[in-house]
């Protein structure tokens, strides 16, 4: 069975830093390619980052470039999202998914001083 895990988020004031990790069970996460994604109150889930299952990073969403960076580690089968410079638009409930597939609980990281 496919399940995501998803930590690491909390409160973190303007300008901080969090890492979040999704812990993957049922399956490789060198084997599939997956994305991080976001969704604040009220508003549509957004798409983040992606990284293939070849380990190529196909981007990152324009508000986020720069601060945010995506990566795996393979023997742990975990995803990342490190994210610097935060700010309080980045409040948001935050999964790691499966791309085309399985989304997990999610995490929040609320942004506030």
């Known amino acids: 069975e496919v399940q995501l895990a998803e930590s690491g988020g909390g409160l973190v004031q303007p300008g901080g830093s969090l890492t979040l990790s999704c812990a993957a069970s049922?399956?490789?996460?060198?084997?599939?390619?997956m994305r991080w994604v976001r969704q604040a109150p009220g508003k549509e889930l957004e798409w983040l980052s992606t990284?293939?299952?070849?380990?190529?990073?196909?981007g990152y969403l324009d508000s986020v470039k720069g601060r945010f960076t995506i990566s795996r580690d393979n023997a742990k089968n975990t995803l990342y999202l490190h994210m610097e410079g935060l700010k309080t638009e980045d409040t948001a409930m935050y999964y790691c998914?499966?791309?085309?597939?399985?989304r997990g609980q999610g995490t929040q990281v609320t942004v506030s001083s």
């Open positions: 990284i293939m299952s070849s380990g190529t990073v196909t």
């Open positions: 998914q499966v791309v085309g597939g399985q």
């Open positions: 049922g399956f490789s996460v060198e084997s599939r390619s």
